[in-house]
């Protein structure tokens, strides 16, 4: 495909996301930088279409992008360096408030809230970041008879809590060797090697104190399986319903369902990735799609952030902006990290 046969097809594509409608050749051939005649245009089209990137819904109608015109589209706009000006960084950059209050959460969160806000689409992220976290407190609360909260607290600022009923009342000599138990056997573990084969050592290595003991391991190893899985935050999703080329019943599926999107976004892959419905069974909205980055936490893959619109999106500016976004992420949550490796290493 020579460069000519590109800029129709983007042109062609172009002209779709802003009308919705098919697109005739006249019209192409008045723009500056197609600069042929309508047969010429016509002829481009026709062979455009021959490779699978255009189709005429209408024998008398022009022509409109097929799935596979949309990606080479895309994958045009991703390879060239379209870098957003200072005052829209500054814009963005106000958007994530990071100069307010920072945790991850928190960055995450202001995220697909922002993203949602400026593209009027639903955001989606996971965050990976938790399972590469380690255990830095655990504490026992007796809240009533034989009931306790264990209280697990990891290196990446999660808290989370259980309450587990146990058969007998724990005195201070149960507290006592427990609280030594997981000083000794579970402060400074990472989140990701608490594995079911280390769960049945930690049990035995409770000796005489396992049958009293052991409902409080489990309940730990449970809290440490919520936060292997990776947790998903949705903003947006009432802008979708405002969206007249979406269906409103798929969208209150999507809505009903939103972590299925999980399986979409977390696959293994470099850079910006687009998936469209008609690709998976398991994206709820018809006519619609999915723009993917990932962000990084130092050397190590810490989550994904997408956008969730109609398949008739401004990519040229949307790309970008999820670029910074991502990329704003990874560059905050790193230097964070280093910050606390280096007071690590002082207490040392």
């Known amino acids: 495909m020579n460069n000519r046969k590109l800029k129709i097809l983007r042109a ?3 002209e779709y996301i802003l009308t919705g409608e098919p697109v005739g050749s006249k019209k192409l051939s008045m723009l500056p930088e197609i600069n042929v005649s309508a047969a010429t245009v016509r002829n481009d089209m026709a062979v455009l279409e021959q490779l699978g990137l255009l189709e005429q819904p209408h024998t008398s109608a022009g022509r409109i992008p097929t799935f596979s015109g949309f990606k080479v589209y ?3 706009i991703s390879s060239e360096n379209n870098p957003l000006s200072d005052d829209e960084k500054r814009k963005l950059d106000e958007l994530l408030n990071i100069d307010d209050v920072f945790t991850e959460d928190l960055l995450i969160q202001n995220a697909t809230t922002a993203l949602a806000e400026i593209t009027k689409c639903a955001t989606v992220a996971s965050n990976s970041t938790p399972k590469f976290s380690i255990i830095t407190k655990v504490e026992i609360i007796p809240t009533g008879k034989r009931l306790y909260v264990i209280l697990l607290i990891t290196s990446s600022g999660n808290v989370k809590n259980k309450a587990c009923r ?8 149960h507290l006592d060797f427990f609280s030594k138990y997981v000083q000794e056997n579970l402060h400074g573990i990472s989140i990701e090697s608490l594995s079911d084969e280390m769960f049945e050592e ?7 104190y396992m049958v009293t003991l052991s409902p409080l391991v489990e309940g730990i190893y449970e809290l440490s399986k919520d936060l292997r899985d990776d947790e998903v935050t949705v903003s947006g999703e009432k802008n979708l319903l405002n ?4 269906d409103k019943m798929e969208i209150v599926r999507f809505i009903e369902n939103k972590h299925n999107v999980m399986s979409l976004i977390d696959k293994s892959f470099e850079g910006i990735k687009v998936i469209f419905s008609d690709e998976k069974d398991s994206f709820i909205i018809g006519n619609s799609s999915l723009i993917v980055s990932k962000y990084q ?8 952030l997408g956008i969730i619109g109609p398949m008739r999106l401004d990519y040229s500016k949307i790309i970008p902006y999820l670029e910074y976004f991502t990329q704003k992420i990874t560059d905050l949550i790193s230097e964070e990290d280093d910050f606390n ?7 040392d």
């Open 243 to 246: 969206r007249d080329d979406l």
């Open 202 to 208: 930690l049990v035995t290595s409770l000796g005489t």
């Open 297 to 304: 936490k130092g050397d190590k893959e810490a989550g994904s």
């Open 166 to 173: 146990l058969e007998f009342d724990l005195d201070e000599n």
């Open 74 to 76: 895309i994958d045009t």
């Open 12 to 14: 062609v594509i172009d």
């Open 341 to 347: 490796g280096k007071d690590d290493n002082r207490s």
